[in-house]
């Protein structure tokens, strides 16, 4: 019951035994004081099946009360062996690489900030996690010199602005709402709202019609805020004075959470995190919302929110449960299965599968269109 993957968690030694906060609570499930337990994430999850019964012993004692036997009445079972989702070659390939790249970005220049990075791989039919890898660069106090920790747990217990990622998202809400449908085409040019000045990013002075396809693959920010101001009631015309419909920020957020965006994943570990969600002090911030800068959110909710674009809208809960067996009688072959942790779906988006589909071709259209905003790197990579 040990593993250097920090979201596997550790148990307490003997000598420090239960936690003074969850004594009473174990004390009351027959354990002793000392018992070690599971004190975080997959080991504290499933401490119950891990900890196995202990042995019970009655003891004999004659008429003067001196025990002169000590029979055995129950011989006791050893905890259920537990299968998680992890694939360990896989595990340990996706942890060299992002150590590997980590290191790499953090010595080119303008990386001050840069201290951590997650890798998340997850089965989209099955909510299986397949790989979770987290990394966070430390210094030494007395050296100064820099070092890597685990920091798998942080996938879903720290939240970032994800930026660009949520945009597909972004797309199917305006289709839901009533905004756009599939091949909306709509003016991608340099925004001026107030004393605004908002554009897209491959786009900043120029002036082209573009359809939701294009504006995923290119990555239009302009398209996501016409999006964002149509769910909030306003047509875009130049230099107008900004406001949305009050109603629009829960309009977006309700949107957003049918993906797992800013809501629980449903992970099967404890401490999980929905990120963060802060009242706008202005209307426009809204439209930051739309491309990804302004909530935060999980890198496990973004693992769920594109599986659930993938496998054509179901939002399955995450997990690294995949099988309880019953106990290994030689300590090397498992035991014999007792259950199958079966797929848990928490909802279906509201989109049609002509939507998904149509979104799921401007998704691939990102890695191996002509203008492709990944393109340069994944145009040429055919997955084995």
């Known amino acids: 019951r040990h593993s250097s993957l920090s979201i596997l968690g550790r148990t307490t030694v003997p000598s420090k035994g239960i936690p003074k906060s969850q004594l009473n609570y174990y004390l009351a499930r027959d354990y002793s004081r000392n018992d070690r337990v599971g004190g975080s994430y997959f080991e504290a999850q499933y401490e119950e099946l891990l900890q196995g019964e202990k042995a019970v012993e009655k003891n004999i004692t004659n008429k003067a009360g001196q025990v002169t036997e000590t029979v055995t009445t129950f011989e006791g079972e050893p905890g259920k062996d537990l299968v998680t989702t992890i694939d360990s070659r896989l595990q340990a390939e ?13 010595a080119k220049g303008s990386s001050q900030l840069l201290d951590r990075a ?4 997850m089965d989209p039919n099955t909510g299986e996690l ?14 100064g010199e820099r070092y890597l920790i685990d920091y798998s747990y942080g996938a879903f217990t720290t939240s970032y602005e994800a930026g660009s990622t949520v945009k597909a998202a972004t797309v199917l ?7 756009i449908k599939p091949g909306t085409v709509m003016l991608d040019a340099p925004m ?40 909030g ?28 965006l800013g809501v629980p994943t ?13 009242e706008p002090d202005r209307d426009a911030k809204l439209l930051n919302l739309a491309i990804g800068q302004f909530d935060t959110y ?17 939002r399955i809960q995450p997990r690294m449960l995949k099988e309880i067996r019953k106990p290994s009688e030689d300590g090397q072959t498992m035991g014999s299965l007792e259950d199958e942790v079966e797929p848990i779906i928490l909802n279906r988006i509201s989109n049609t599968e002509k939507e998904i589909n149509h979104v799921k071709e401007g998704l691939r259209r990102v890695y191996y269109g002509s203008k492709g905003s990944a393109a340069y790197v994944f145009r040429d990579f055919e997955p084995t």
Request: hydrophobic share 40%; charged share 20%; glycine share 12%.
């Open 192 to 231: 001026r709202i107030g004393n605004l000045r908002l554009n897209s990013l491959f786009n900043e002075n120029g002036s082209m019609m573009i359809n939701d396809l294009t504006a995923l693959e290119r990555s239009s920010n302009v398209y996501m805020f016409k999006i964002a101001m149509g769910i």
């Open 130 to 143: 397949l790989s979770v890898v987290g990394k966070k660069i430390e210094y030494d106090e007395d050296t």
């Open 118 to 121: 997650f890798f998340v791989m």
């Open 233 to 260: 009631g306003r047509q875009y015309s130049s230099g107008m004075k900004f406001s949305l419909n009050d109603d629009t920020l829960q309009k977006m957020r309700n949107g957003f959470a049918e993906f797992g």
């Open 173 to 179: 809400m305006g289709y839901n709402e009533g905004v």
């Open 298 to 314: 999980t890198p496990l909710q973004l693992a769920q929110y594109i599986s659930t674009i993938a496998n054509g809208g179901y």
């Open 266 to 278: 449903g992970i099967d570990l404890p401490g999980e995190t929905a990120g963060v969600q802060t």
């Open 94 to 106: 996706a942890d060299r690489i992002m150590e590997e790249k980590l290191l790499e970005l953090k």
